[in-house]
């Protein structure tokens, strides 16, 4: 930390609480981050807290001074990540804290956009206010880390998530797939759809199981839901075409655009689905597009050939895998990823991070790709 002002467990302890109130929000905020505000008065008592809610609207620092009010003059605000110092869509929230009349700013993180970049915080320093930072720092960054990875990357951050059996295979030889998982690890994926900002599959899946890739009411907006076909070779009456409960963009390489069927066209145009053209068949090339339209964190819902490919181009950074208390068997039956072309133990990717949880009958595992 740049100062050890003031009793550092009690910010540990408010810092807590900004966190609690930023992620209120996840899911809804893209492509801004999550933040979490909390305003104590000059003898240290809360007075004021509030989280940035959506895109749009009033930051998190706003919400707490209003809340507030003089109550804050002389106080102290801690913040999960650097106040803004620019004007974009709501004022900066520099000059929200000045005129509050707070004497103390505590803050997690140092925001990377190129906008902020530690400009807010020095905005504070040369106004004479004290400026604490650093505090819980990783926990802060682990909350933000899809922002804070788009930022870095121009891409956002890739969840990878499949169903298998005990023995690795996501559907019998015959193709056959509902249910590998139980309800609960289905519901389980719905709550996962609505953290993030699109749903990704492939061509492949949408001849296949015809999803709606939905939130099921869990989010509203719907994630957006993206199918990425190399051929355009997809049905016309598939449910996901339909906008009435989620938009829906189709992403393809620009070559294979007059090999779209009369049928899609007329289906597509009539819905208003969006159409992304790319200049490559490419996952990075896709995730780039997304995160022009605002995307912090996407998940791929995708078959075998489409998730390798997205691993091998960095554009998976998360692995979520439900395993079901099942054995399918068979030597040609469907698994989770393609070939990588992995010839020796010390070629294979290692996850780290790793943590298990229950979901009904089946676990699930978490972990990070290194």
Request: with cysteine.
């Amino acid at each position: 930390m740049e100062s050890v002002g003031g009793s550092h467990q009690n910010w540990l302890a408010w810092m807590r609480r900004a966190l609690q109130l930023a992620s209120l929000a996840e899911g809804h905020t893209s492509p801004n981050p999550l933040v979490g505000a909390v305003v104590l008065d000059a003898e240290g008592r809360l007075v004021g807290e509030g989280f940035h809610a959506r895109a749009g609207e009033p930051h998190a620092e706003p919400v707490a001074l209003d809340q507030a009010g003089d109550a804050a003059r002389g106080g102290t605000i801690i913040v999960t990540l650097e106040p803004c110092c620019h004007q974009g869509r709501t004022p900066p929230c520099t000059e929200a804290i000045l005129a509050a009349g707070v004497r103390r700013v505590v803050v997690a993180l140092t925001d990377p956009d190129p906008r902020v970049a530690g400009g807010g915080l020095q905005r504070l320093r040369d106004a004479g206010l004290e400026v604490i930072s650093g505090v819980l720092a990783a926990e802060a960054a682990h909350q933000n880390r899809a922002f804070l990875h788009r930022v870095r990357t121009g891409r956002p951050w890739g969840v990878l998530k499949w169903a298998m059996s005990l023995d690795g295979r996501t559907a019998l030889p015959n193709g056959e797939s509902q249910w590998i998982s139980g309800p609960s690890a289905r519901s389980w994926v719905h709550g996962m759809r609505a953290q993030c900002d699109a749903v990704i599959v492939g061509g492949g899946t949408v001849r296949a199981d015809d999803p709606l890739l939905t939130s099921r009411g869990r989010r509203s907006p719907e994630p957006l839901r993206v199918v990425f076909s190399r051929s355009l070779d997809l049905p016309a009456g598939a449910q996901i075409w339909d906008q009435q409960l989620a938009s829906t963009l189709l992403g393809y390489p620009i070559q294979a655009e007059s090999a779209l069927s009369a049928d899609l066209r007329a289906v597509v145009q009539a819905q208003g689905v969006a159409m992304e053209a790319l200049d490559a068949s490419e996952p990075e090339l896709l995730l780039t597009a997304l995160s022009k339209r605002g995307c912090n964190r996407v998940l791929w819902e995708c078959g075998p050939g489409l998730a390798a490919a997205a691993i091998q181009q960095g554009c998976v950074q998360e692995i979520e895998a439900v395993i079901a208390p099942k054995l399918l068997g068979g030597e040609l039956a469907r698994t989770p990823l393609a070939d990588f072309g992995f010839t020796a133990m010390d070629q294979v990717l290692q996850l780290r991070d790793q943590d298990v949880m229950r979901l009904g009958d089946d676990l699930l595992m978490r972990a990070q790709l290194t």
